[in-house]
């Protein structure tokens, strides 16, 4: 299931369960998710995303194939119990299939929008590496 060439190739796919829950996460999105969502479905810089899009076992939040980069966001969920474990797994796996991951905190999407939309198209571009779990800081005045 390695991404490989081509627009099908560049892809992530997930079992027919897991299309079953990313259509059911479509219609339970969390406020970030549904902001972030109609920031990014008017293609900034010409990005191009899927929303709850299914990748294996996961469901990713935004998915752009041509860059290969997830958009996550985290709410405070994902620090507390077993999730930071969980999510470097998952991390480490999306990074197998050659995808990036660009980690965003729900808080963020709430505060400043058009910053972490600015940082996606970023790290889509290459500006910065990905911002997973043990991935370098956001850039400068731009703390996601």
Request: hydrophobic letters at 35%; aromatic letters at 4%; a positive charge.
């Given at each position: ?71 996550e ?32 905190p ?39």
């Amino acid at each position: 299931m390695k991404l490989g060439g081509g627009v099908a190739g560049n892809m992530l796919h997930g079992p027919k369960n897991t299309q079953e829950r990313a259509r059911q996460l479509r219609r339970e999105m969390t406020l970030p998710e549904v902001l972030l969502w109609q920031a990014l479905r008017k293609r900034p810089s010409g990005l191009r995303f899927r929303h709850q899009h299914p990748a294996g076992d996961y469901v990713l939040d935004f998915f752009c194939a041509r860059h290969r980069l997830v958009v996550e966001v985290d709410g405070q969920a994902h620090g507390c119990g077993d999730r930071p474990a969980r999510d470097e797994v998952r991390d480490a796996w999306l990074r197998s299939q050659g995808a990036r991951i660009c980690r965003v905190p729900a808080v963020e999407v709430l505060r400043d929008l058009e910053a972490v939309v600015r940082h996606i198209e970023q790290v889509a571009r290459g500006d910065y590496p990905s911002t997973a779990v043990g991935g370098p800081p956001p850039p400068p005045g731009e703390d996601l």
